[in-house]
Every structure is written in C-alpha cells, then in structure tokens.
C-alpha cells in the first residue's frame, strides 16, 4: 500500500507542475467551468430533495450549467496555444463565437421556460 500512496503523491506533484505552466487565461475558463458543473450539481441535489414541480425550471438551469460548461471547454480547447488544429484560429474569433454560442443557448432556455 506505500507504493500506491507514494504513486499517488507522485502523480498529483506532476500534475501541478504541469498546471503551473498553464496559460492565465486558460486557467480563468477552468475556473469557470469549476464553477458551473458544481451549480448544476446543486440544482439536482435540490430537485432531489425538494421535488421538481416546476420541471421546466429544473432542466432550464440544468441545461444552462451544461451547456455553459460545455461550451467554454470548446473555448478552452480553441485557444490553447499547443493545440496545432485550431492554430489558424484568433482567439477573438473564438470568443466571439463563444459568446454567440451562449446567446443562443440562453435564448433557447428562456423560450423553453414557457
């Protein structure tokens, strides 16, 4: 069992090297996203021990949690300076698309509120 742990502490120090040399602003989109998958957690807790009689106000904050979560990973995945398949693409661009991505996405969960 001390090989396991002493593995474990191994790995966990060579991950944080590796983050440390992150960009700043890829760390931002992973704070968001830390952000918002725990949100949505929350919301199915809630719905889990209060009820979910408004079931269209649960999926809406769900899907919102999710979708934003997803789509900043998009974000994170287009700017990331060693990724070579997007290497064409300005950041600018990716967050312009970022943002009319999330508008649509709101847009349809304020629709789907009734």
Known sequence: MPRATSDAKLLIQSLHKAYAATPTNLKI?????????PA???????MGLVGSFPFNSFLS?????IGTAVLAVCLR???????????D???ERAF?????????LHLVIMN???
Do not use: T
Not at 29 to 37: F, K, M, R, S
Not at 96 to 104: E, G, K, P, Q, S
């Open 29 to 37: 989109i992973d704070l968001y996203v830390i952000c918002a998958v």
């Open 89 to 91: 693409l300005p950041p």
């Open 40 to 46: 949505a957690l929350i919301q199915v807790a809630y």
């Open 61 to 65: 904050g769900v899907l919102s949690c």
């Open 112 to 114: 789907f509120l009734g």
């Open 77 to 87: 995945i287009q700017v990331n300076k060693d990724n070579k398949e997007f290497k």
């Open 96 to 104: 312009a698309d970022f943002v009319l991505c999330n508008l649509v």
